[in-house]
Structures are given as structure tokens and as C-alpha cells.
């Protein structure tokens, strides 16, 4: 982290790792904070009690509104590091000087659960950046998925009242609703192919450092000259995009509701930073027209093959919070906040957005003064003449708050673009007021299909499977619809496995897309592959001897995994305590698995740990006297290895993420 943030961050810390007296809010030491002041020992409470009041009442306020989505979230520190000048695109400085390191802070979020939900919903994830750049807050406010469920921003209410808890008994937390949800999706059919993203592992991620991100809108970039291209933005997780599967997540929300929250956390904390590499698309303003879709339309994305991904930098988040509330809950994003060089497209979607990111902070921060909470503050110096209001904390000088002014020189003073002050891109705009939506925003369903099509074997059957369960959860009619409106129209094999899967019925006409372009980028088969941060279960019994587990974690660690190991007991064997036991963790809580025994029996949680780790195409090790008597898979199997002779087959396997062909 930069110094300036450094710095910025000391000013407004209190530091209760260090002696200091207990006081109350006006600093007046107490000499007691266990006992309220009473008339007499057994008697009544008296009013008098400052202190008493002072601390309830400042408990009793202590919560705020969450926010009406993303309200789970996680964030965390870091910088961004710009390997080349973009100086062609844009004159955003931090994007021009190679080798210009930005502190940035990221939260990352599910969308529909509230505050205290389980990390891993089926559900979009949230990844925000706040860049504190040297012209001011740059807010990058980005998905994990690349297109959005609808191409208006006048629909997002509806939209999330349909995918939130149901109306009438709050049913289900943090997915996406059942009835509600589906129906939205069957009568909006702009959906289709989020859908196919929501369906998909994406909506899985095992991890935030292996997901990527995406600006979703089209931005425009701005250079010196005042050309305008449009920007689709990227964040390329370099540990690769990695999912878990859905009879995993199901299990895992069950043994740690934490999972996502606590692996970057200990990550960050274990000297793993969360790296991602920037990524623009862009395309020049004069070829606004040359794809086969309208690049404002924002349920559409540009595929990879046609408008490649120039590789522009580095978010390394390396850097824990110091206090939950004070930064992840307090900072607040808004896709306006941008800076000289980074402008607007008039996708419909973005344009609504604008307004509502500002309008919700006012209600959930408490008022028009939350941009000078710590986390939201510019490191860059800001002035003007806005004053009061609520949570006023700077003290401004001076006998002026008025603009144009001659009492104060005209200070502040509006900056010529030349300087550095912000010009809004020239676009040439005209047209009739009209509540109406081009048509070439029609095209609803091809992408949805270049998505299937993309898709390998084993992430298709999953997104099958994962229709068939949503669905599976609403009553007949909702399915039936869902099935004649949306699947049958982007393809007519899903549409027949839903309606087998479900008893819907199966609509008699075909009217499956033909689009028949597929993009090799969508497919998380085609991802980078990392053994990094990768974690490793080791079931133990107690009489393997310490020797063992020496050389086994250390063998394992020297290649960047992470080793617990497991056993009945947290048993003492030499001098060694064992980390866990099969009571405080579960095989779906590592990537991979190993199990070492002496003499003794495998333990049934150990059998039944192994059996669901196999299940979910784990790579499974062994070592010592291992018997596969009791287990339904044995050596010599795909994905099961002697980690004694064959360590390096076993590590593949854990990088490669699954043994898929098992
Ligand atoms: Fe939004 C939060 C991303 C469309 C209105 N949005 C929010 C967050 C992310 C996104 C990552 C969490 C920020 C944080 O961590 O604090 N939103 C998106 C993306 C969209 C999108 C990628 C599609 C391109 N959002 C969208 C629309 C609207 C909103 C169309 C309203 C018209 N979003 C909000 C909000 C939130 C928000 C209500 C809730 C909390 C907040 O802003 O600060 O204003």
C-alpha cells in the first residue's frame, strides 16, 4: 500500500492495541465500565448515569441500513501497478504513467443474501474497485459475470424484487427466488443470457482470487486529443477462474458459511495477495455499428476472439482491513465517480445506474457528507463549496462558500481541461423524448446460445442440472412458462432435459436459436491453472509417527500448497498438535486430499470424508499402510496417487482443479 494511503488511514485510527484509559465520547476518563450507578447496591438505576446512557444509547444505534443488494461483502486493500502508457486511449494519469502504482480498495460480494448470509448462493458475485488516483476516486464497480439482466435501468427494481426472498415468507435467502424470480425471467426475456451465466459454475466461484471481473457497461475512453473510444473493462484473476460444484457449495455454506470471506483473508494473511490483471476492450468510435449486436446493449458481451483483451496492469490485493464497519461497510462505490479520460456510453442500463448509486449512500450512510468517511476520501486534495449537512467533519475555512466569487480570489476555482479540470466527452446528441427501446436490442437469445455452445462437456451438464434444480423448486405453471418463453427459444436439448428433469412440458414446437458461434474464452476449462493458495486435507491416523508428518508438510508446502491435518482427535504425536479434526472441518472444505495411516483402521468420517472428496473429483494421495477395503475407489484409479512415489501426478491433479475424466 502506497504511503499516501498510509497515512491518510493513521489520521483517523484509533489504536486500542495500545494502553490507553477507558473514557467516555467527551474523553473523560472512568474510573469503572462494569456496574451502573445505583441507589444503593440492590437499588434502582438512576438517570444521572451519563455513562450508562452515553454506551447504550451509541449501541443502540449502532447498525445501519445494509445495502438493498451486494449487502455481503468483503474487502480489502492493494494496489494497481499500469504496465504500458494508454496514453492512446485516454488521459486518465493513472492509466499513462507505465509503472504508476494506485491504491485501490476492492470489496467483493454475493448480490441477493443480506449481511449475514452463507458465501457461496448461486448467485453473481460483486467486485468493486475504488481507485484513490491522484485526480481523484476512480470506481470500477464491476460483476463477476460480463452481460446483466436487463438492458433498462427503470427495471432493476422489479428485477430485484423478483430475485430477492419472496414477499410473503422470505423464502430462500441469498439465491435468487423461486416463482418470483423465474417469472420475472419468462415475462423479461432481455435475461436469457445472464440466465445461462447465473446457471452456469460461474455462479460458484471457489474462490475471490479465482474469478474474474467485468465492467459490464460500455465506458468510453478519452485521450488528449479528445478521440473517443468505447471500453469494456476486465479483471483476469491470475490463479485462474475456478469454480465449486453445486453439491459442494450446498455442503460447504453448511460447514462454513465463510468459506470465500476467510480463504482471501488468510491468504492476504499467509503473504498470498488476490491477483488480477487489468483488461480492456475497446473499440473506436467510428466502428460503433460493426458487430452483430448493439454494443450499448448490456446483456451482451464482446467476444474475446473478435475484440481481444490488451493486458493493461495489476490489482494486487494484499492488505486485510483494520476494522470491518469503519472500511468494507462504510465505502461506497458509484460508477460515476470517474476521472479526466474515463467516460460515459448512453447504454440505457448505465445511464440508471448513475443516479441510483449517490441516492442509496444519502439513506444507507446517513446523509450528503459519507464522502468523507476515511475509506471514501480522495488522497488527491478536494475542495469546493458544499457545506454542513449531516456528519460534517471538516472545519472549513474562510468567508466564502459561493461560486463565482471576488471576496476569495474565485477560490476554489473550476480547473480549464488543459490543467486537468473534467470535461465531459462533446458527443453529438439529438432525438424525440420517447419511452422506447431500439431495435437492436432485440436479439435476446443469441448470445445465450454462443454461451451453451462455449461450454465443455462436464460445465454444460452442470448448468442442465442446474436449471433443472431451479426450476425444480417453483410450481408447474412457473415452469411451464419458463420453458415455453426463455429455454425452448435458446435450445431445444436443454429445453428437453428440463422438462424430463422437472415433468414440465416439453413446448411442441422447436424454436431453438441457431446461432451457432461459439467463444473459446467462456469456458473455465480454458482458464490459467495455479497450484498457489490451493489447500490440502491430510487425514491422519494417530500412529503415523512425527517424522511422517514432517516430511509430508513440508514436502507439499515447498510447492505453495496449504496442509491441514486431520484426524478423530487433535492428537499429540512427538511434538507435533494435528490441526483439526473431522468434526471442525470436512473434506469439501480443501481442493485436495491426502490420507496417511499406520497400523490402524481408516475411521469412518475419514471414509466418509474421502467417499465425497472422490465424489467431487477430487485428487486424492496416500501414503503409509492404506487400505482400500472400505472405500469405493482405489489406487491406480484416475485422480488417486501414492504421494510417496508419484507426488508430482498428485500435485498436477491439484492444480489442474478436478480430475473431470474420472
Ligand atoms: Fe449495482 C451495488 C455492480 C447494475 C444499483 N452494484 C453494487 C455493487 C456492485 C454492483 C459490485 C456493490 C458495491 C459495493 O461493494 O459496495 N450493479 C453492478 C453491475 C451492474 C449493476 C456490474 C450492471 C452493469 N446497480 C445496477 C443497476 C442499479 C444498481 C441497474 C440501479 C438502477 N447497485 C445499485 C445500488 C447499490 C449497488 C442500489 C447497492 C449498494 C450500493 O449501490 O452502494 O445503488
Same mark, same amino acid.
Given at each position: 500500500?502506497?504511503?499516501?494511503?498510509?497515512?491518510?488511514?493513521?489520521?483517523?485510527?484509533?489504536?486500542?492495541?495500545?494502553?490507553?484509559?477507558?473514557?467516555?465520547?467527551?474523553?473523560?476518563?472512568?474510573?469503572?465500565?462494569?456496574?451502573?450507578?445505583?441507589?444503593?447496591?440492590?437499588?434502582?438505576?438512576?438517570?444521572?448515569?451519563?455513562?450508562?446512557?452515553?454506551?447504550?444509547?451509541?449501541?443502540?444505534?449502532?447498525?445501519?441500513?445494509?445495502?438493498?443488494?451486494?449487502?455481503?461483502?468483503?474487502?480489502? #486493500?492493494?494496489?494497481?501497478?499500469?504496465?504500458?502508457?494508454?496514453?492512446?486511449?485516454?488521459?486518465?494519469?493513472?492509466?499513462?504513467?507505465?509503472?504508476?502504482?494506485?491504491?485501490?480498495?476492492?470489496?467483493? +460480494?454475493?448480490?441477493?443474501?443480506?449481511?449475514?448470509?452463507?458465501?457461496?448462493?448461486?448467485?453473481?458475485?460483486?467486485?468493486?474497485?475504488?481507485?484513490?488516483?491522484?485526480?481523484?476516486?476512480?470506481?470500477?464497480?464491476?460483476?463477476?459475470?460480463?452481460?446483466?439482466?436487463?438492458?433498462?435501468?427503470?427495471?432493476?427494481?422489479?428485477?430485484? #424484487?423478483?430475485?430477492?426472498?419472496?414477499?410473503?415468507?422470505?423464502?430462500?435467502?441469498?439465491?435468487?427466488?423461486?416463482?418470483?424470480?423465474?417469472?420475472?425471467?419468462?415475462?423479461?426475456?432481455?435475461?436469457?443470457?445472464?440466465?445461462?451465466?447465473?446457471?452456469?459454475?460461474?455462479?460458484?466461484?471457489?474462490?475471490?482470487?479465482?474469478?474474474?471481473?467485468?465492467?459490464?457497461?460500455?465506458?468510453?475512453?478519452?485521450?488528449?486529443?479528445?478521440?473517443?473510444?468505447?471500453?469494456?473493462?476486465?479483471?483476469?484473476?491470475?490463479?485462474?477462474?475456478?469454480?465449486?460444484?453445486?453439491?459442494?457449495?450446498?455442503?460447504?455454506?453448511?460447514?462454513?458459511?465463510?468459506?470465500?470471506?476467510?480463504?482471501?483473508?488468510?491468504?492476504?494473511?499467509?503473504?498470498?495477495?488476490?491477483?488480477?490483471?487489468? =483488461?480492456?476492450?475497446?473499440?473506436?468510435?467510428?466502428?460503433?455499428?460493426?458487430?452483430?449486436?448493439?454494443?450499448? %446493449?448490456?446483456?451482451?458481451?464482446?467476444?474475446?476472439?473478435?475484440?481481444?483483451?490488451?493486458?493493461?496492469?495489476?490489482?494486487?490485493?494484499?492488505? @486485510?482491513? %483494520? @476494522?470491518?464497519?469503519?472500511?468494507?461497510?462504510?465505502?461506497?462505490?458509484?460508477?460515476?465517480?470517474?476521472?479526466?479520460?474515463?467516460?460515459?456510453?448512453? %447504454?440505457?442500463?448505465?445511464?440508471?445506474?448513475?443516479? +441510483?448509486?449517490?441516492?442509496?449512500?444519502?439513506?444507507?450512510?446517513?446523509?450528503?457528507?459519507?464522502?468523507?468517511?476515511?475509506?471514501?476520501?480522495?488522497?488527491?486534495?478536494?475542495?469546493?463549496?458544499?457545506?454542513?449537512?449531516?456528519?460534517?467533519?471538516?472545519?472549513?475555512? =474562510?468567508?466564502?462558500?459561493?461560486?463565482? @466569487?471576488?471576496?476569495?480570489?474565485?477560490?476554489?476555482?473550476?480547473?480549464?481541461?488543459?490543467?486537468?479540470?473534467?470535461?465531459?466527452?462533446?458527443?453529438?446528441?439529438?432525438?424525440?423524448?420517447?419511452?422506447?427501446?431500439?431495435?437492436?436490442?432485440?436479439?435476446?437469445? +443469441?448470445?445465450?446460445?454462443?454461451?451453451?455452445?462455449?461450454?465443455?462437456?462436464?460445465?454444460?451438464?452442470?448448468?442442465?442440472?442446474?436449471?433443472?434444480?431451479?426450476?425444480?423448486?417453483?410450481?408447474?405453471?412457473?415452469?411451464?412458462?419458463?420453458?415455453?418463453?426463455?429455454?425452448?427459444?435458446? %435450445?431445444?436439448?436443454?429445453?428437453?432435459?428440463?422438462?424430463?428433469?422437472?415433468?414440465?412440458?416439453?413446448?411442441?414446437?422447436?424454436?431453438?436459436?441457431?446461432?451457432?458461434?461459439?467463444?473459446?474464452?467462456? +469456458?473455465?476449462? @480454458?482458464?490459467?491453472?495455479?497450484?498457489?493458495?490451493?489447500?490440502?486435507?491430510?487425514?491422519?491416523?494417530?500412529?503415523?509417527?512425527?517424522?511422517?508428518?514432517?516430511?509430508?508438510?513440508?514436502?507439499?508446502?515447498?510447492?505453495?500448497?496449504?496442509?491441514?491435518?486431520?484426524?478423530?482427535?487433535? #492428537?499429540?504425536?512427538?511434538?507435533?498438535?494435528?490441526?483439526?479434526?473431522?468434526?471442525?472441518?470436512?473434506?469439501?472444505?480443501?481442493?485436495?486430499?491426502?490420507?496417511?495411516?499406520?497400523?490402524?483402521?481408516?475411521?469412518?468420517?475419514?471414509?466418509?470424508?474421502?467417499?465425497?472428496?472422490?465424489? #467431487?473429483?477430487?485428487?486424492?494421495?496416500?501414503?503409509?499402510?492404506?487400505?482400500?477395503?472400505?472405500?469405493?475407489?482405489?489406487?491406480?484409479?484416475?485422480?488417486?496417487?501414492?504421494?510417496?512415489?508419484?507426488?508430482?501426478?498428485?500435485?498436477?491433479?491439484?492444480?489442474?482443479?478436478?480430475?473431470?475424466?474420472?
Amino acid at each position: 500500500m502506497s504511503k499516501k494511503k498510509d497515512e491518510l488511514r493513521q489520521r483517523d485510527t484509533i489504536d486500542n492495541t495500545k494502553e490507553a484509559p477507558l473514557t467516555t465520547n467527551q474523553g473523560l476518563p472512568m474510573s469503572e465500565d462494569e456496574f451502573s450507578l445505583k441507589a444503593g447496591e440492590r437499588g434502582p438505576t438512576l438517570m444521572e448515569d451519563f455513562h450508562l446512557r452515553e454506551k447504550i444509547t451509541h449501541f443502540d444505534h449502532e447498525r445501519i441500513p445494509e445495502r438493498v443488494v451486494h449487502a455481503r461483502g468483503f474487502g480489502v #486493500h492493494g494496489e494497481f501497478e499500469l504496465y504500458e502508457s494508454l496514453e492512446k486511449y485516454t488521459k486518465a494519469k493513472f492509466l499513462t504513467e507505465p509503472g504508476k502504482k494506485t491504491p485501490v480498495f476492492t470489496r467483493f +460480494s454475493t448480490v441477493a443474501g443480506n449481511r449475514g448470509s452463507m458465501d457461496i448462493p448461486r448467485d453473481v458475485r460483486g467486485f468493486a474497485t475504488k481507485f484513490y488516483t491522484d485526480e481523484g476516486n476512480y470506481d470500477l464497480v464491476a460483476n463477476n459475470m460480463p452481460v446483466f439482466f436487463m438492458q433498462d435501468a427503470i427495471k432493476f427494481p422489479d428485477m430485484v #424484487h423478483a430475485v430477492k426472498p419472496e414477499p410473503h415468507n422470505e423464502i430462500p435467502q441469498a439465491a435468487s427466488a423461486h416463482n418470483t424470480f423465474w417469472d420475472w425471467v419468462a415475462t423479461n426475456t432481455e435475461s436469457a443470457h445472464m440466465v445461462m451465466w447465473l446457471m452456469s459454475d460461474r455462479a460458484l466461484p471457489r474462490s475471490y482470487s479465482m474469478m474474474e471481473g467485468f465492467g459490464v457497461n460500455t465506458f468510453r475512453l478519452v485521450n488528449a486529443e479528445g478521440k473517443s473510444h468505447f471500453v469494456k473493462f476486465h479483471w483476469k484473476p491470475l490463479e485462474g477462474t475456478h469454480s465449486v460444484l453445486w453439491d459442494e457449495a450446498q455442503l460447504i455454506n453448511g460447514k462454513n458459511i465463510d468459506f470465500n470471506r476467510q480463504t482471501i483473508w488468510e491468504n492476504i494473511e499467509n503473504g498470498h495477495p488476490a491477483e488480477f490483471e487489468l =483488461g480492456l476492450q475497446v473499440i473506436p468510435e467510428e466502428d460503433e455499428f460493426e458487430m452483430d449486436f448493439d454494443i450499448l %446493449d448490456p446483456t451482451k458481451l464482446w467476444p474475446e476472439e473478435d475484440v481481444p483483451v490488451q493486458i493493461v496492469g495489476k490489482l494486487s490485493l494484499n492488505q @486485510n482491513v %483494520d @476494522n470491518y464497519f469503519a472500511e468494507t461497510e462504510q465505502v461506497a462505490f458509484h460508477p460515476g465517480h470517474v476521472v479526466p479520460g474515463i467516460d460515459f456510453s448512453n %447504454d440505457p442500463l448505465l445511464q440508471g445506474r448513475l443516479f +441510483s448509486y449517490t441516492d442509496t449512500q444519502l439513506i444507507r450512510l446517513g446523509g450528503p457528507n459519507f464522502h468523507q468517511i476515511p475509506i471514501n476520501r480522495p488522497i488527491c486534495p478536494f475542495s469546493n463549496n458544499q457545506r454542513d449537512g449531516y456528519h460534517q467533519s471538516y472545519i472549513h475555512k =474562510g468567508g466564502t462558500a459561493h461560486h463565482k @466569487n471576488h471576496m476569495n480570489n474565485n477560490q476554489p476555482e473550476p480547473l480549464s481541461p488543459e490543467k486537468g479540470g473534467y470535461e465531459h466527452y462533446n458527443e453529438k446528441v439529438e432525438g424525440r423524448k420517447v419511452r422506447a427501446r431500439s431495435d437492436s436490442f432485440k436479439d435476446h437469445f +443469441s448470445q445465450a446460445k454462443m454461451f451453451l455452445n462455449s461450454l465443455s462437456d462436464p460445465e454444460k451438464q452442470h448448468l442442465y442440472d442446474a436449471f433443472s434444480f431451479e426450476l425444480g423448486k417453483c410450481d408447474m405453471e412457473i415452469r411451464n412458462l419458463v420453458l415455453k418463453e426463455l429455454i425452448n427459444k435458446i %435450445d431445444r436439448d436443454l429445453a428437453e432435459y428440463v422438462a424430463d428433469q422437472t415433468g414440465a412440458e416439453l413446448p411442441a414446437e422447436n424454436e431453438e436459436s441457431t446461432y451457432g458461434k461459439s467463444s473459446p474464452a467462456l +469456458s473455465m476449462m @480454458n482458464t490459467d491453472f495455479l497450484l498457489k493458495t490451493r489447500t490440502v486435507g491430510v487425514i491422519v491416523t494417530p500412529d503415523v509417527t512425527e517424522d511422517t508428518l514432517d516430511e509430508t508438510r513440508s514436502k507439499l508446502e515447498d510447492k505453495g500448497l496449504q496442509v491441514k491435518f486431520i484426524s478423530d482427535k487433535m #492428537h499429540k504425536i512427538g511434538n507435533t498438535v494435528l490441526d483439526e479434526t473431522f468434526d471442525t472441518v470436512h473434506s469439501v472444505l480443501f481442493d485436495s486430499m491426502i490420507v496417511i495411516t499406520g497400523e490402524s483402521e481408516l475411521p469412518a468420517p475419514a471414509i466418509e470424508q474421502l467417499e465425497i472428496a472422490y465424489k #467431487h473429483k477430487k485428487a486424492i494421495g496416500f501414503g503409509g499402510n492404506v487400505s482400500f477395503d472400505k472405500l469405493s475407489f482405489s489406487d491406480g484409479e484416475k485422480g488417486v496417487s501414492n504421494i510417496e512415489t508419484d507426488l508430482d501426478i498428485f500435485l498436477d491433479d491439484v492444480k489442474h482443479h478436478r480430475v473431470w475424466d474420472r
